[in-house]
């Protein structure tokens, strides 16, 4: 209703009123219309307001200047395109002076204007970075404010997250050991900032994720998985993550500060998408090597992964349970007896089939569940783990079932007697299999374990 009876043009010359109060007033009504939604943000910049809004700015008080950010704070959070408009306008030559402000408060506002620009894209990232803004927001997260603390770790996530290059922009600045120092803060709100930052710039690179772990972030880190904060726990585990899926190194440097244990623990401990990251660093340090995968064996890392897969609903999270499973049980016969005695495999085969979920689940988890299950399948010797799947799998998981049979039962008696006595081999003459296929081969196999009058 404001809009429709013309505010905007009422409120444009009040910018350059002589008296600073209303200045001021005007200011926050239009950062409040903004706010409101894009169509209005738009208004705002159609209306040739910011550079009404940016005359005189240098010389305003602290009352002004934290009014005229939460406008681009307002209008930039939008969209790209509004973003945009207000580095056109030379917004951010304004907001560097404010980050350079006596005041806290008008460097909080800020760099919450500079944080809504950074996050859309690296294109604007690259704008701030190049107006000059890294140097003072890591300048902002030693002041002894909490507020804006956090505030300028949140811009600092924000510019790095989109490349390698604007993310070695903010290490160059020395921000790691200063966001380092704060893991151990006790504002929640700060430490969650201050993780997602370390998260984002470790994501990029081995070099950059080797920068992070050398500000020695282990074992404090671990700290984290323990916290009572949600976000925090979240974070944290997500900064592992970024650092364990890039080399067996610094997974193995995760293994020694005790980082698996601690993550193992914090998916017992959580439900939901809490648990996401903390599934996620278990399947990449599994992923990595024989030893690194028993390590998450041997730290009792299989039972939380199964829990995973039978308690949780959203199919992203099972799908990436399943897949962790698939990356511990795919080094060895070994690994995968691992896996398979957690009674794992009829979980995942009935995930695998179940043609009643969500179209989403049906493509990752088809494609994260087979991968698991054809992992483990192939590494599997321990048959009475196989034997169920026997009746329920559909053919193109069941060439890998009856390969493994075709594998131990010519080695193995006492498998033999079992296999006819359960009812496989009676089973594995059920199954229609093509001729000149790889899965007739291994039934071939199987049949010539045993003489002829049995097969019959």
């Keep these: 209703s404001l809009c429709n009876s013309g505010v905007m043009s009422l409120l444009r010359p009040l910018l350059l009123d002589a008296v600073p109060t209303i200045q001021q007033t005007a200011a926050l009504a239009l950062g409040r219309l903004a706010n409101y939604n894009s169509d209005l943000a738009e208004a705002v910049v159609k209306g040739d307001i910011l550079p009404h809004l940016m005359c005189s700015l240098s010389e305003q008080n602290r009352f002004y200047k934290k009014a005229a950010a939460f406008v681009l704070r307002a209008i930039g959070k939008h969209s790209p395109q509004l973003a945009q408009a207000e ?65 300028a770790a949140s811009t600092l996530s924000d510019i790095s997250k989109h490349s390698p290059e604007l993310a070695q922009t903010v290490v160059d600045a020395g921000a790691i050991a200063h966001l380092a120092q704060m893991i151990l803060n006790p504002d929640a709100k700060l430490k969650h900032q201050v993780l997602s930052a370390l998260s984002q710039i470790a994501k990029h690179s081995v070099e950059l994720a080797e920068l992070v772990v050398e500000a020695e972030i282990f074992p404090v880190v671990l700290t984290c998985l323990k916290d009572s904060d949600e976000y925090v726990k979240k974070n944290g585990a997500t900064l592992i993550r970024e650092i364990a899926k890039h080399t067996p190194e610094l997974s193995q440097l995760i293994v020694n500060a005790g980082g698996v244990a601690a993550v193992i623990d914090c998916i017992g401990s959580c439900r939901g998408t809490v648990r996401l990251p903390g599934i996620m660093v278990l399947g990449y340090v599994a992923a990595h090597s024989e030893n690194l995968s028993m390590a998450v064996i041997v730290s009792k890392g299989i039972p939380p992964l199964c829990a995973c897969l039978m308690e949780e609903h959203e199919d992203h999270i099972k799908a990436a349970a399943a897949w962790a499973l698939g990356q511990v049980g795919r080094h060895t016969p070994e690994h995968a007896h691992a896996v398979a005695v957690a009674d794992v495999l009829p979980t995942l085969l009935a995930m695998y089939m179940d043609v009643h979920s969500s179209e989403d689940l049906q493509v990752k988890a088809s494609i994260f ?28 998981i069941m060439k890998y079932i009856v390969g493994q049979f075709s594998k131990v039962l010519p080695h193995d008696s006492k498998a033999r007697r079992l296999f006819v006595t359960s009812g496989g081999l009676k089973k594995v003459q059920e199954i229609k299999a093509e001729s000149g296929s790889l899965l007739q081969e291994y039934i071939n196999t199987i049949n010539n374990c045993y003489p002829e009058e049995v097969v019959r």
């Design 369 to 396: 569940t087979k991968k698991a299950l054809k992992n483990i399948l192939q590494k599997c010797t321990y048959l009475p783990a196989l034997e169920p799947l026997l009746h329920d799998a559909p053919p193109n």
């Design 87 to 151: 580095v056109q306008c030379g917004a951010l030559e304004m907001l560097v002076i404010c980050l350079e402000d006596f005041d806290p408060g008008v460097k909080e506002a800020a760099c919450w204007a500079v944080g809504y620009i950074a996050r859309h894209n690296s294109e604007l990232s690259q704008a701030v970075v190049d107006a000059g803004a890294v140097p003072l927001l890591v300048l902002c997260i030693q002041e002894p404010e909490i507020a804006l603390k956090r505030i």
